[in-house]
């Protein structure tokens, strides 16, 4: 039996004896390409990605594989320094928590082949044991068959805003609910830079009309907690 859980902002998988590990858009060379633009900002978040690795592999030990959602890389059509030699470090230290790395080509993805090393693959999507990883931008006939009943989505970096009465505040969050048939959870983000996108605001970009109001919130905390917050159509705004 597949066996799904929520850590940090990963899901952990577990499936026919394999242990996955799924995360959210990278979005690797983001400061750089801030910097390019005249935008002056401090190169912390890589450091902080790692710490963020180091603390959710504390709490479920070595995996079999990880899967990258897609938007490994931040910008489209060339690959910038800080991008490789980022994703060199976090291949490195995976490589020592994993057998294989499996990436979903992302739309900011279309050269990232360039980066790849051994033990490392691309798909357009993977699917593994009834379960389907995608980035979320595009469909693929093979995720609609029968034997396919869990889909976990990247791309559409949601978030919810939380309001207590006195303050709103926004944290990235999980969406887990049902789509024709289908089991479907979308990941946040990974990086840091920004929460995401409010997952009432309307459109998340995905390529399928997904009405969200019956999905669960699982909200990331600062420290990497998880909290259910209910369905996202009876959170107050």
Request: hydrophobic share 40%; glycine share 12%; with cysteine.
């Amino acid at each position: 039996m597949t066996k799904l859980e929520f850590v940090g902002k990963c899901v952990f998988v577990e499936a026919k004896g394999k242990k996955i590990l799924v995360v959210g858009d990278l979005h690797l060379g983001y400061e750089e390409a801030l910097n390019k633009a005249g935008i002056g900002v401090s190169r912390r978040l890589f450091g902080e990605m790692m710490d963020d690795f180091k603390e959710i592999f504390g709490k479920i030990g070595d995996v079999d594989e990880v899967v990258l959602l897609g938007d490994v890389k931040h910008v489209f059509g060339t690959v910038l320094g800080q991008e490789r030699e980022d994703f060199r470090k976090l291949l490195e230290y995976l490589r020592e928590r994993c057998r294989k790395v499996v990436i979903v080509q992302g739309n900011h993805d279309s050269i990232v082949g360039f980066l790849i090393r051994e033990n490392t693959e691309v798909r357009d999507c993977y699917c593994f044991d009834g379960v389907c990883f995608l980035h979320g931008d595009k469909d693929f006939p093979e995720i609609h068959e029968s034997n396919n009943d869990v889909w976990i989505i990247g791309h559409a970096h949601p978030a919810v805003i939380l309001n207590d009465g006195v303050k709103h505040e926004k944290y990235k969050c999980f969406l887990d609910g049902y789509f024709g048939g289908k089991r479907v959870v979308i990941v946040p983000s990974f990086v840091d830079h920004s929460p995401g996108v409010d997952a009432r605001s309307g459109d998340l970009g995905l390529a399928w009309d997904i009405d969200l109001r019956k999905f669960r919130v699982k909200a990331v905390g600062e420290k990497l907690e998880v909290f259910d917050f209910g369905e996202l159509g009876k959170i107050k705004e």
